[in-house]
């Protein structure tokens, strides 16, 4: 809802009825319960005002984002078949992101995920990634007054002052480039400014996080990778990858990293997340994490939920070997006795007390994975409502300043340092020329 006085007023006589009536049910004096309430809403309002004001100065800038996914499995990337500028929240099922609601969530800029399955495999992958990076440039090119693509972080403040939504580029997932530096090279002449190193699978060259029992890092060419990144001013996106590929990734990096979109392992330990110890790296390497808002990121009793749905799941596939429909029936029969436990705004704004706790304000930032989930914490179902999680900061006590850290300053920064890197290294250093046949032929043995 955008803020209006006249709404905020409402709410309050709302919130007084509502008191008076509990009041009189419970017996007790509503007089101080209504004045509490009253108050409440006062700082409500205040502090979503000022989150909204925070966010005409900084462009809050999300690390993740999969509405070009969304075009791809609805409608076959056909643009016009998917009105951006409308409610995509009334499709079935609704979406998370739309321009109205980009603008009424104070969006200044969006990294788009150009993600391809990790069934893909070479060159198919490739090509389809390359799909999905023209998809990006022809949604900001059919929204030109609202979407504009960026490239550098002068671009992202360029684009907000002017009112616009910077647009970036991100390749989810190291599999995109086929074990190629030259393809790696061509998708960021393409206009990709980020990649994620693995998606939820390994690739030849690096370790995932959702691949047990394997617990691998990066090999030879994994380690060139990133130094061809480092040298093209590519961010190294972390999300995604297994600790040792994390540590792995910071002993080579020469510019900081990123996690686009993950939260704290100490609050939530799903593989997905970031430890502490690599926390304490990311302060050294001045990168910031992106914390998510995936509910089975950032809830232990959501992750909990969700092993034992997938438990079931085993369960019934053994059950009904070639019956996949009586699996289907049986897991919507234990999710109806079994609903998915909510998850308040709350916990989103814990994780990121945490990430600010152990690495410092300097490295902490959001990355929402709107449209690549389909479950979203209480408060914040859809790219509007960025307002709420900034007025629950402030609520917390932190300081405007902080609150523009975490909305896009961090990322800038880092941004601009990777630059900085790039520009050094392509000084010193050719494109590489690299092959993995040659640099992991240890490793096929
Ligand atoms: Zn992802």
Not at 200 to 218: F, Q
Request: with cysteine; charged share 25%; proline share 5%.
């Amino acid at each position: 809802m955008t803020y209006h006085p006249a709404h905020s007023g409402i709410l309050i006589v709302l919130l007084g009825l509502t008191s008076l009536a509990f009041g009189s049910l419970t017996g007790r004096p509503s007089g101080g319960a209504d004045k509490a309430l009253m108050q409440k809403a006062r700082l409500r309002s205040r502090y979503a005002g000022q989150a909204r004001q925070i966010l005409k100065e900084v462009p809050l800038i999300d690390g993740h984002n999969d509405t070009p996914g969304q075009y791809r499995h609805r409608v076959n990337n056909h643009l016009d078949a998917i009105d951006f500028a409308g409610d995509t929240g009334q499709l079935d099922p609704p979406m998370h992101t739309d321009l109205p609601r980009l603008r009424a969530g104070g969006i200044g800029g969006q990294f788009w995920s150009v993600y391809v399955s990790t069934n893909l495999k070479g060159a198919e992958a490739v090509q389809v990634t390359l799909e999905q990076i023209d998809l990006v440039h022809r949604l900001v090119a059919r929204y030109p007054d609202d979407l504009e693509l960026a490239l550098t972080a002068d671009d992202i403040v360029r684009i907000h002052g002017q009112g616009k939504i910077a647009s970036l580029i991100d390749v989810e997932g190291g599999h995109s480039i086929n074990n190629s530096l030259a393809v790696l090279r061509q998708q960021y002449r393409a206009g990709a400014r980020c990649m994620t190193i693995t998606h939820s699978a390994n690739t030849d060259w690096a370790g995932a996080a959702t691949t047990p029992p394997e617990h691998r890092g990066l090999s030879p060419f994994g380690q060139e990778v990133i130094r061809e990144m480092n040298r093209l001013g590519m961010l190294v996106d972390l999300s995604h990858v297994s600790p040792e590929t994390m540590h792995d990734a910071l002993d080579v990096t020469e510019a900081p990293v990123i996690f686009s979109h993950s939260s704290a392992r100490a609050l939530c330990d799903h593989p997905r997340n970031v430890p502490d110890d690599v926390l304490k790296r990311v302060k050294q390497n001045n990168g910031v994490v992106m914390v998510t808002f995936v509910t089975e990121f950032v809830s232990e009793e959501v992750r909990q939920y969700r092993a034992a749905e997938k438990a079931e799941g085993a369960r019934l596939k053994a059950l009904f070997l070639h019956d996949p429909d009586a699996v289907e029936a049986g897991l919507a029969v234990w999710r109806e006795a079994h609903p998915a436990p909510p998850v308040p705004l709350a916990i989103i704004a814990d994780h990121i007390d945490h990430v600010r706790k152990v690495a410092g304000i300097d490295h902490v930032g959001i990355g929402s994975d709107f449209d690549g989930i389909s479950a979203t914490p209480v408060g914040l179902e859809d790219v509007s409502t960025y307002p709420a999680l900034l007025a629950e900061l402030l609520r917390r006590g932190y300081s405007e300043d902080e609150v523009k850290k975490v909305a896009g300053l961090n990322l800038l920064r880092v941004m601009r340092q990777a630059e900085k890197a790039a520009a050094n290294l392509q000084r010193k250093t050719a494109p590489s020329d690299a092959l993995i046949e040659e640099l992991d032929k240890e490793l096929k043995k």
